[in-house]
């Protein structure tokens, strides 16, 4: 995501669900307090409920500016609601704590809009504000939300999610015994984050386990490895992204032209379980592969488009392409599937991205509380917003994982024993040879 601070408007490129990288990338961490409150009673969940659809109405209609006679059905409608909540705060069982209901409301209401978007409560904020900048130490896992709870993306290769035993897709049920289906993605990325060599226990959900998987990782500076390439048969160079933090768009290119140098027909960029970095690198390293075109636009209710097209001068080869994505490719990565895809530059092959793409705004509110709202979301060259249908390659090959071998539920197994379980062969690197040996070499 790419957060717009208040008042100087200044934009900082960074991404909600990859807070937990740190060291070389510019990500804006959302830092709240660590005295989260424990989820709501059942007791007050019924109030929350009336009170999130009153602010849901009572937003819609103050952000958008308009006159009531252009919303008289809204209006009748807070009328409603507006009884149903003086009923329940007059005739409930006992009388609600309204701040708490207040509070658990706008979580709500703003969760509701996207994952990417988070209300914090003046405490909150406050530290979001202190902690911003600084180097934490982290987990090494871009996280998100889906089904209500935290999920992981994917995980930095060596960095600390990684040695514990943490994978993409696992869904963190909890983080030190707070379910996260009652955190925001701001507070889940606060918990995960902290002094370097301390610990923290997730528990986590996997297929086949009818239990939650408790682990221990200790955070740690994580260092985003270098981008790495191979020459495989058939002259065909392979590279091997694993994040898109700053620098990475150039560390790319000059991958390609040795490649080239080494007598490279054709190309594979490996983007899989790459969710980390910033848009502009995605874009950069996209143009790479382009000389013409759109690859990518931004666009929002307030925000006016901006398209970001193929500048010829920065393109470096002309060589046929596959790209190679999976469920754990999300953001920039995403940026450059979609754009050699959007294209017709080459192929994309592998399983469906996770689908990830906006930017958000800091709003002050006056009690010293603020919004984190998304503003705008990138699209694809068709017109597509990557966050809603991600990207779906050319050429489908299911993750390896899904054909893994996972020990039932009754049985106990290490989170390095599974890893062993899983098949070995990468079947959707060899169906991306496969499809360059299929076309001919150009350039």
């Not at 993409?168 to 902290?194: F, M, P, Q, V, Y």
């Not at 991958?255 to 899989?272: E, F, P, T, Y």
Request: hydrophobic fraction near 35%.
């Amino acid at each position: 995501m790419v957060t717009v601070e208040p008042k100087s408007q200044k934009l900082t490129i960074g991404r909600a669900h990859q807070n937990g990288y740190n060291g070389s990338t510019s990500e804006e961490v959302v830092a709240p307090s660590e005295k989260i409150k424990n989820p709501m009673s059942n007791k007050i969940k019924a109030v929350v409920l009336v009170s999130s659809l009153a602010l849901v109405l009572f937003m819609a209609l103050g952000l958008s500016g308009v006159r009531a006679s252009s919303n008289d059905g809204a209006y009748r409608q807070l009328q409603v609601y507006s009884e149903v909540l003086s009923r329940v705060r007059s005739e409930y069982v006992e009388e609600p704590n309204i701040p708490a209901v207040t509070d658990g409301a706008l979580h709500g209401l703003l969760e509701s809009l996207d994952a990417n978007s988070s209300y914090l409560d003046p405490a909150q904020y406050k530290e979001y504000k202190e902690h911003k900048g600084e180097g934490r130490g982290d987990i090494g896992a871009a996280v998100s939300k889906r089904f209500g709870y935290a999920a992981v993306i994917s995980v930095i290769p060596g960095g600390p999610a990684d040695k514990a035993g943490v994978e993409g897709s696992d869904i963190i049920e909890a983080i030190e015994g707070k379910s996260t289906r009652e955190l925001s993605l701001a507070e889940i990325h606060n918990l995960l984050s902290g002094q370097p060599g301390s610990n923290i226990t997730i528990s986590v959900v996997r297929p086949r386990r009818a239990e939650p998987q408790k682990i221990v990782i200790t955070r740690d500076l994580v260092a985003i490895p270098q981008v790495t390439d191979k020459m495989l048969e058939d002259n065909i160079g392979l590279i091997k992204v694993d994040a898109f933090t700053k620098g990475k768009a150039q560390e790319v290119a000059n991958r390609i032209k040795s490649l080239q140098k080494s007598g490279a027909k054709k190309l594979i960029l490996d983007v899989r379980n790459a969710a980390a970095g910033e848009e502009s690198e995605g874009i950069a390293t996209a143009n790479l592969f382009l000389n013409h075109g759109t690859i990518t636009y931004l666009q929002g209710q307030k925000y006016p488009r901006e398209a970001f097209n193929a500048d010829p001068q920065k393109a470096v080869t002309s060589l046929p392409l596959v790209v190679l994505v999976n469920r754990g490719t999300a953001g920039p990565a995403e940026v450059v599937a979609s754009a050699v895809l959007g294209n017709a530059r080459g192929d994309v092959v592998g399983d469906k991205t996770f689908g990830d793409g906006s930017i958000q705004k800091v709003i002050e509110m006056q009690d010293g509380s603020a919004l984190i709202l998304s503003v705008a979301k990138y699209y694809t060259p068709e017109g597509k917003a990557i966050q809603d249908t991600a990207v779906t390659p050319n050429v489908i090959v299911a993750d390896n994982d899904d054909d893994g071998l996972l020990p039932d539920e009754d049985q106990q197994s290490a989170p390095d024993q599974e890893k062993r379980a899983r098949p070995q062969q990468d079947d959707q690197l060899q169906k991306a040879i496969q499809v360059l040996k299929n076309r001919e070499t150009k350039g």
